[in-house]
């Protein structure tokens, strides 16, 4: 007995691996692999300077201005004074009860007027008026903090400094309002709003001490002065706004002339889609930008782009480049995620995975997939050779390949990156291993296309996008990651490539993503022990997108140039016509 007890005290210990025991909610994990923040955001900040996911609407970029120049005429220096801030979130208050109260209690058309939920619970009530010293926020972020930045670089305050632009709604804190200074510009586009509606009583009692708006005060204040009434008016402040977004007075430097040009480029899509009855939206926008056609399943348009916007929507072919290597990526990691969660606590070994590439089945569905005959196991066959299948000359990666494969692949078919990332979005094959195969060669079909423009202007510009080449997942940087690692990288087998890619740009770079964002790694949905990988967390969507494109659309309908009929599509206005025909004269001489 004594020797059985000493045999237990010298037993070798038995490794204890400890895992996550509560999963990440999907809710607290978003840009998971930071392809948007690193990478689309800061390519959409140069194509669309000033114009971010949340600040899509054109008058609060007249209507915050207007909020200092109330302030400071009717109220500043007076014994029951604001602070500015406070000040200006009062009159924002006031204007979403405004815009709602003329609309019935319905938001404006278009959206995005900041506070709707909570100001609509007062418009259902009764109530004949409104006292703004007992208004509760009616939105936790107010329009302020989300235009404040582009307001800023749009030259309406007097500073030294340009201010980052961000397409999230974090409250900025550090900038001192009460020192805020309108300036010439800035003044001369409050005082175009304040012709529309100073005149109206309810902002002069929206001044006094007492703080209290009528109902029907209010409804005037919308109607002269909402979001959507912007687009009918033809004086006040939207000539100004017009010429400010346009770069046509104001600052007018390479960052706001690109914003012009891109405008320019949504319009004449607009106008080329419009008249065939296509709607303009982010794909179609996309499949313009970097196919130069617009297909679906029953029918296409070709697209011809105006020389004097040719530089601008190459510019936009490079983001998109980026966008679909993004949802290869995200592609990938969704299906890892999936296929993990199967194996639940047992986990899976990385080195494992490509061979499910060679599975027969897998070859099946894949080939069917892509409507190509596979002459081997998809995992042990090469790009080439793929490619190859559809025209595409089997040589090395170069140029002249990416130019070939530029003729060959075009939109709709197969192997075209949009077709790939539609199957990708479907999830028709999360779980299987075909779910590994299609973003795979959506990356490969993007970055052959790539080649062409590497060692060009606009490959440099793509490149410059990244500040961190270990972070910043463009495709310049995967490019280079994959000829260090394997040189000819179009000749290496689909279970090398995916090998490597699996390793380092997606399951590296979540974990390198998850701890930049939180020192603790929360949000991290992988655990990696040794040569397993495990899930600690479920995730299926593929978030990458262009939210700057819908805000941009949606300026322009504010600003009168174009508008949606009955059915979705968007028309260019007579004025949007004639104004259109006006600048691009200009750029021609440019």
């Not at 220096?77 to 019935?104: K, N, S, V, Y």
């Not at 609509?120 to 009616?138: G, L, S």
């Not at 500073?159 to 550090?174: C, G, I, K, L």
């Not at 990385?350 to 998809?378: C, H, M, N, Y």
Request: include cysteine; charged fraction near 25%; glycine fraction near 8%.
């Amino acid at each position: 007995m004594r020797l059985s007890r000493d045999m237990a005290k010298h037993r070798p210990p038995v490794p204890t691996l400890l895992r996550w025991s509560k999963y990440t909610q999907v809710s607290e994990v978003q840009d998971p692999l930071g392809l948007s923040l690193r990478g689309s955001a800061r390519l959409a900040s140069r194509l669309l300077y000033c114009i971010t996911s949340v600040t899509p609407r054109a008058r609060y970029f007249s209507f915050l201005p207007w909020c200092i120049l109330d302030f400071q005429k009717r109220e500043k220096d007076q014994p029951h004074a604001r602070g500015l801030r406070e000040a200006i979130i009062l009159r924002e208050q006031a204007f979403t009860l405004g815009c709602l109260t003329h609309h019935d209690g319905e938001p404006c058309a278009g959206g995005r007027l900041v506070g709707t939920r909570g100001a609509q619970k007062w418009c259902c009530a009764d109530a004949t008026e409104v006292d703004f010293r007992k208004c509760k926020p009616f939105a936790k972020i107010p329009a302020l903090s989300q235009y404040l930045n582009s307001l800023v670089n749009l030259g309406l305050f007097v500073t030294d400094d340009e201010r980052p632009e961000a397409d999230d709604e974090e409250e900025v804190e550090e900038f001192t309002f009460d020192a805020t200074e309108l300036s010439e510009l800035g003044r001369d586009l409050a005082n175009r709003y304040d012709s529309v509606v100073g005149s109206l009583a309810c902002l002069k009692h929206l001044s006094e001490p007492d703080r209290t708006c009528k109902r029907t005060g209010l409804a005037e204040f919308g109607e002269r002065g909402g979001l959507c009434e912007l687009a009918s008016q033809t004086d006040g402040d939207r000539p100004l706004l017009r010429d400010i977004f346009f770069a046509r007075t104001g600052r007018r430097d390479k960052s706001h002339r690109v914003r012009r040009q891109s405008l320019l480029l949504i319009l004449e899509l607009s106008h080329q889609l419009g008249v065939s009855g296509w709607e303009l939206n982010e794909p179609e926008f996309a499949g313009a930008a970097y196919f130069e056609r617009v297909q679906n399943a029953e029918e296409g348009i070709d697209i011809t782009i105006s020389p004097a916007l040719a530089d601008i929507a190459t510019r936009w072919r490079m983001f998109y480049f980026h966008y679909y290597m993004s949802v290869a990526l995200e592609g990938l990691f969704v299906w890892l995620i999936a296929h993990l969660t199967e194996c639940g606590l047992a986990g899976a070994d990385i080195d494992t995975l490509p061979a499910l590439l060679s599975q027969t089945a897998t070859t099946a569905t894949v080939a069917k997939a892509l409507g190509v005959k596979l002459s081997a196991p998809f995992g042990r066959m090469r790009p080439a050779e793929l490619y190859g299948a559809v025209g595409v000359v089997a040589g090395n990666l170069d140029a002249a390949t990416g130019s070939a494969l530029d003729r060959a692949v075009t939109t709709m078919t197969a192997l075209a990156e949009d077709r790939l990332e539609a199957v990708i979005r479907s999830n028709t094959h999360l779980n299987t291993p075909a779910g590994l195969a299609v973003p795979m060669v959506l990356l490969a079909t993007t970055l052959g296309r790539y080649a062409r423009w590497e060692r060009t202007d606009y490959g440099q510009w793509l490149a410059s996008a990244a500040g961190d080449p270990y972070l910043d997942l463009i495709p310049p940087v995967l490019v280079a990651g994959l000829t260090v690692r394997f040189g000819e990288w179009w000749q290496c087998p689909w279970e090398e490539l995916t090998a490597f890619v699996l390793s380092r740009f997606v399951i590296r770079q979540h974990t390198a993503m998850s701890y930049a964002k939180s020192w603790t790694g929360e949000r991290c949905l992988l655990q990696v022990d040794g040569e397993k990988v495990f899930a600690t967390g479920a995730y299926e969507r593929v978030g990458i997108g262009n939210p700057r494109f819908r805000s941009a659309a949606q300026v322009l309908k504010d600003l009168g140039l174009a508008r949606d009929d009955e059915d979705g599509v968007t028309h260019l206005t007579a004025d949007g016509t004639r104004f259109l025909n006006e600048e691009l004269a200009k750029e021609a001489l440019a």
